[in-house]
Nanobody, 114 residues
């Protein structure tokens, strides 16, 4: 299973970005995707838990600002980030957790700075 994350970049505070994570294999309702980020000098944290057959759960730090959507036909999960803050800066990664095991994408860097 391969995951390709993209969409990171430099954005000003208050701005928006959309990340995408395309999975190389078909996703089933029993599979789970996740969005994670690692801020400089901090441990990696999960910011969105995305059961493919259920509802997304968000970390408190991004609730109300970030939204996950899915393209089921293309096995892709998106992370729409709005009202970005400098503390949202970090390496964003996606993870697959399912019957095939656990796999990570390579990460995409998001920098929120003026």
């Amino acid at each position: 299973v391969q995951l390709q994350a993209s969409g990171g970049g430099l954005v000003q505070p208050g701005g928006s970005l959309r990340l995408s994570c395309k999975v190389s294999t078909r996703l089933f309702t029993s599979d789970e995707m996740g969005w994670y980020r690692q801020a400089p000098g901090k441990q990696r944290e999960r910011i969105a838990r995305v059961p493919w057959g259920g509802n997304t759960a968000y970390a408190d730090s991004v609730q109300g600002r970030f939204t996950v959507s899915r393209d089921r036909a293309d096995n892709t999960v998106f992370l729409q980030m709005s009202s970005l803050k400098p503390e949202d800066t970090g390496l964003y990664s996606c993870r697959y957790n399912g019957a095939r095991g656990i796999f990570w994408g390579q990460g995409t860097l998001v920098t929120v700075s003026s």
